[in-house]
């Protein structure tokens, strides 16, 4: 079995893949692990719609729809499933929207994270059009929701070669809380700057 590092750093996005794809009782699975994501009050504040056959038409045609076009948008066809993420925001004096969309994209994250794992290509895919009165028709979205994107998977192709991502350099991204003198000089040049 992988390890959890393991799995995060050969983890790259599939943007073609078979017509394999996993059953609904692999999707529960992964989806119970998946929701354990950092939840603040445990309100889950997110669910996953299945798009599998003819829903994958009438998602294109509610793409396109969104577009201004006639027809049906091809995209959706990309893969055999297309799981829609969707984040269910609740009112709650202690958890604002954020950190509720927050969990939300992890739940996708992670869940891409644990398809990969068990063998399927992945690719998350978004769109301006995810924010549109068409789509979020078509996924039966309430007032309270918001579609995330779409996690597109099925089989990894057999001759095709992991692909390599850059290492990313993690001494760009991390550093230490500056010193309280550090901080006041600052706040004093902002406040000249401003005058």
Do not use: C
Request: hydrophobic content about 40%.
């Amino acid at each position: 079995m992988t390890s959890a590092l393991e799995a995060v750093r050969s983890r790259r996005s599939w943007s073609k893949v078979t017509d394999a794809a996993p059953t609904r009782a692999e999707l529960l699975t992964l989806m119970s692990a998946a929701g354990r994501v950092a939840d603040h009050s445990s309100m889950e504040p997110w669910r996953v719609i299945e798009l599998r056959g003819s829903d994958r038409e009438r998602l294109g045609r509610a793409i396109n729809k969104a577009e201004g076009q006639g027809g049906s948008s091809s995209k959706p066809l990309r893969a055999p499933l297309l799981l829609a993420v969707v984040a269910t925001y609740r009112k709650n004096d202690k958890v604002p929207r954020w950190e509720q969309e927050a969990v939300a994209s992890g739940v996708a994250h992670v869940l891409s994270l644990l398809l990969d794992e068990a063998g399927w290509g992945v690719i998350w895919r978004t769109g301006h059009y995810t924010r549109s009165k068409a789509v979020a028709k078509l996924h039966g979205l309430a007032k309270n929701e918001e579609l995330m994107g779409w996690l597109y998977v099925g089989g990894k192709p057999p001759k095709a070669r992991p692909g390599r991502r850059k290492v990313v350099d993690a001494r760009r991204h991390f550093s230490r809380l500056p010193s309280a003198k550090r901080v006041d000089e600052r706040d004093l040049s902002e406040l000249d700057a401003q005058a």
